[in-house]
């Protein structure tokens, strides 16, 4: 069963800062990884994909991936309240995309 | 379309019940998943379809559970009988072939509730 894990949270910063979060997975053949934002009540929205090692940057979302680590993470730059949602970390496994439970993010102004 | 469209996007059923939900994916993509989002949880596949390929249906939970996808478009979930576990939020989501380079785009979903 291949796998994708983040902690659940809730993960709390203030307003302006730097939000990190975590996500490991299981598949040593998984080649692109995905960062979703879930707002409460609303379907999953694709911010950032990443496929090879090192960062990726677009805006203020940062997203890291260490393949040897099989470790992937994003970084949030000052931080605002409408960064508040659930943060789905995503790894494609085969032909399908496997998606870790959730980090919910609570930026507090 | 615009987006992948999903209807009804509420749903109220009585246990025992059939219901049939329908995605019509984004022009062009070709393939269409199902996911089930259980309230406070992640994202749990259901079934899979690419082109004219046999569908995977490997997470389908039990033979109450089918779908079909009519033309390589439109697709239609169908839960038989539904019981108060099938209540959850169901996702479509669609995606050109190379999965690899886009990742999914999901509709808004159907919440589905059972009582």
């Known amino acids: 069963q291949k796998e994708v894990e983040q902690n659940s949270g809730p993960l709390s910063v203030p307003e302006g800062a730097i939000a990190s979060l975590n996500c490991t997975y299981s598949?040593?053949?998984?080649?692109?990884f995905f960062w979703y934002r879930q707002y409460s009540g609303k379907s999953p929205e694709l911010i950032m994909s990443?496929?090879?090692?090192g960062d990726k940057e677009d805006g203020r979302f940062t997203a890291q991936l260490n393949k040897a680590s099989q470790y992937v993470s994003l970084l949030i730059r000052d931080s605002q309240p409408s960064d508040s949602a659930t943060y789905l970390c995503?790894?494609?496994?085969?032909?399908?995309?496997?998606f870790g439970p959730g980090t919910s993010l609570s930026v507090i102004p | 379309g615009a987006g992948v469209s999903q209807s009804p996007s509420n749903k109220v059923t009585e246990k025992g019940k059939d219901v049939e939900l329908r995605c019509d994916p984004i022009?062009?993509?070709?393939?269409l998943y199902w996911y089930r989002q259980s309230l406070g949880q992640g994202l749990e596949f259901l079934i899979y379809?690419?082109?004219?390929?046999?569908?995977?249906k490997s997470g389908l939970p039990s033979d109450r559970f089918s779908a079909e996808r009519t033309g390589g478009s439109v697709s239609t979930l169908t839960i038989q009988r539904t019981q108060q576990e099938d209540s959850a939020v169901y996702l479509c989501?669609?995606?050109?072939?190379?999965?690899?380079?886009?990742?999914?785009?999901f509709g808004s979903g159907t919440r589905l509730t059972v009582v």
């Open positions: 989501a669609s995606s050109l072939a190379s999965l690899t380079l886009y990742g999914y785009t």
């Open positions: 598949d040593r053949g998984s080649q692109s």
């Open positions: 990443i496929y090879s090692n």
């Open positions: 995503a790894a494609t496994s085969y032909d399908k995309v496997i």
């Open positions: 022009s062009g993509h070709t393939a």
């Open positions: 379809f690419q082109g004219n390929s046999a569908p995977d």
